[in-house]
């Protein structure tokens, strides 16, 4: 089955830079791709997805990119700002598969 | 339109009793999803349903089980709880069946065992 690998497990950067998280997956079938944001006591929220026929999508501070021949996926934030402090989870889904399967999260801290 | 729904949001039970959880899925939607969040073992999922029928169901026991109703909205069903069953518990719908549908969650339920 599908396994979802998300690095690095915590990340500090100070406010106004950028943040990357990187992912990888297994099953080269995976052709959806979104991110959570998950804040405190609360359920993940969709901050952005990509699907396999493109390569980046970009929405004002965040973007995405997708290499689906290496089979990794990364999620940018540009001009960190305060509130972009919570835990990102990316993950991944096949056509065919119903469920989605969670990388292991990143705890992002923006420092002001 | 009103997001995902879950009651209730905080659960206390004890080992040995049974849980049931409800989703209400956003208006038109058809597909719900459950998943466990752990600090341990991150967000597992659980299973799903459209149109009433369980379509993928993950490596849980038979402990775990659940239905969907005729206008969507879904419980889950916790028998014989653990302590390990301790954990927030998210409900995710999306439009349709399909492998690219966007899932949005739900607040979760968090269910504590003594």
């Known amino acids: 089955g599908e396994n979802v690998e998300q690095h690095p497990s915590t990340l500090s950067v100070q406010e106004g830079d950028s943040a990357v998280i990187k992912c990888t997956y297994s099953?080269?079938?995976?052709?959806?791709f979104p991110w959570y944001k998950q804040e405190l006591g609360k359920g993940p929220q969709l901050i952005i997805d990509i699907r396999s026929n493109v390569g980046e999508k970009k929405d004002q501070r965040i973007a995405v990119t997708l290499n689906k021949t290496a089979k990794h996926f990364s999620l940018h934030i540009t001009e960190t700002q305060p509130e972009d402090s919570a835990v990102y989870f990316c993950?991944?889904?096949?056509?065919?598969?119903?469920?989605?399967?969670f990388g292991s999260g990143t705890r992002l801290s923006i420092r002001p | 339109k009103a997001g995902v729904t879950q009651t209730p949001r905080y659960l206390i039970k004890t080992r040995g009793q049974q849980v049931t959880l409800s989703c209400s899925p956003i208006?038109?939607?058809?597909?719900v999803s459950w998943y466990q969040q752990t600090p341990g073992q991150g967000l597992q999922f659980l299973f799903e349903?459209?149109?009433?029928?369980?379509?993928n169901k993950g490596n849980f026991p038979g402990r775990f089980s659940g239905r969907q109703f005729s206008n969507s909205r879904s419980e889950m069903n916790v028998s014989t709880l653990e302590l390990g069953d301790s954990a927030l518990y998210l409900c995710a719908s999306s439009p349709g069946a399909g492998g690219t549908d966007t899932q949005y969650f739900g607040p979760g339920t968090r269910l504590t065992v003594l």
């Open positions: 208006s038109g939607h058809r597909s």
């Open positions: 099953d080269s079938a995976s052709n959806y």
């Open positions: 993950a991944a889904r096949d056509s065919s598969a119903s469920k989605i399967i």
């Open positions: 349903y459209f149109s009433e029928t369980q379509r």
